[in-house]
C-alpha cells in the first residue's frame, strides 16, 4: 500500500512553479499513489545577473556561470528557505511523516532545496537536486543540525552544463560529504542545463527507496 508523501519541486530562475507540473507525470507507480506534489512560484525580484531585470527568481544572482567562488546571496537564501520551511511545517502538521517529504529542485531551485534541507531541524526523506550548487558559504556546516545531517541527497548534473558548470556541483557533493552526508552524486555525459528522461528514472527509483513504510 503507498504511503502518504509530499514532493515539493522548486522551479529555476525566470520561470514559474505551473509550469513545471507536468514532471509529476513521471512518476506514475504504485509507490506514488498517495503522493502530493506542490510546485510553488518564486517571487519576482530584481536580479543582478539579468541586469536587474525583475522576474521570478528565489534569490539574487549575481553572475553566470555560477561556479563554487561565486559571491552568494546568503541573506536572501535564508529568506527563501524559511518560506519553504513553512510549506513543509504545514505538511507535516497535516499528518504527513517528514520522512516521507522530499524536497527537489532545479539550478537555483536546486540550490534552495538544498539550503532547505540542510538547515530544517528535522530528518526529511530526501533532497535531489538537478544542475544544482551550494548557494553558502562552507560556514554554513556549523547550522546543520544532527537531524538534518541523516537526510539523504541525491544530486543530477549533466557534464555540458555551462551555466552550472559540473565543477560547481562537485564542489557541492564534495562539501556535503565532508559535512558527514549521505550525497549520491550522478553525472551525465553531454548534459546541458537541463534534465532528462533518465535523470527523473534515477530520481524516482531514488525516492522509492527511501520511502518510509510507516506514516
Excluded at 510546485?39 to 561556479?67: K, Q, R
Excluded at 546571496?73 to 535564508?78: A, N, P, Q, R, S
Aim: overall charge negative.
Amino acid at each position: 500500500m503507498a504511503v502518504p508523501s509530499f514532493v515539493l519541486w522548486l522551479h529555476g530562475r525566470g520561470v514559474s512553479g505551473p509550469a513545471n507540473e507536468h514532471i509529476s507525470t513521471y512518476f506514475s507507480s504504485p509507490e506514488f499513489k498517495n503522493t502530493r506534489w506542490s510546485f510553488p512560484s518564486a517571487p519576482h525580484i530584481p536580479v543582478t545577473c539579468n541586469y536587474g531585470i525583475v522576474m521570478p527568481s528565489w534569490f539574487d544572482v549575481y553572475e553566470l556561470p555560477i561556479s563554487a567562488e561565486s559571491p552568494k546571496d546568503e541573506k536572501g537564501v535564508l529568506k527563501a528557505v524559511e518560506n519553504v520551511h513553512a510549506m513543509i511545517d504545514k505538511e507535516v502538521a497535516a499528518g504527513t511523516n517528514c520522512q516521507n517529504i522530499f524536497v527537489c529542485g532545479f539550478s537555483q531551485g536546486g540550490a534552495l532545496a538544498l539550503a532547505s534541507v540542510l538547515l530544517y531541524p528535522k530528518t526529511l526523506g530526501g533532497g535531489a537536486i538537478f544542475s544544482g550548487f551550494l548557494p553558502f558559504n562552507s560556514s554554513i556546516v556549523e547550522q546543520i543540525s544532527p537531524e538534518a545531517k541523516k537526510t539523504p541527497i541525491l544530486w543530477c548534473h549533466g557534464t555540458a552544463d555551462d551555466r552550472v558548470p559540473i565543477t560547481a556541483g562537485q564542489a557541492g557533493h564534495q562539501f556535503l560529504e565532508q559535512a558527514g552526508m549521505n550525497c549520491e552524486f550522478k553525472a551525465y555525459p553531454d548534459l546541458g542545463h537541463s534534465i532528462n528522461p533518465e535523470e527523473f528514472q534515477s530520481f524516482d527509483s531514488w525516492m522509492k527507496n527511501h520511502l518510509k513504510n510507516s506514516t
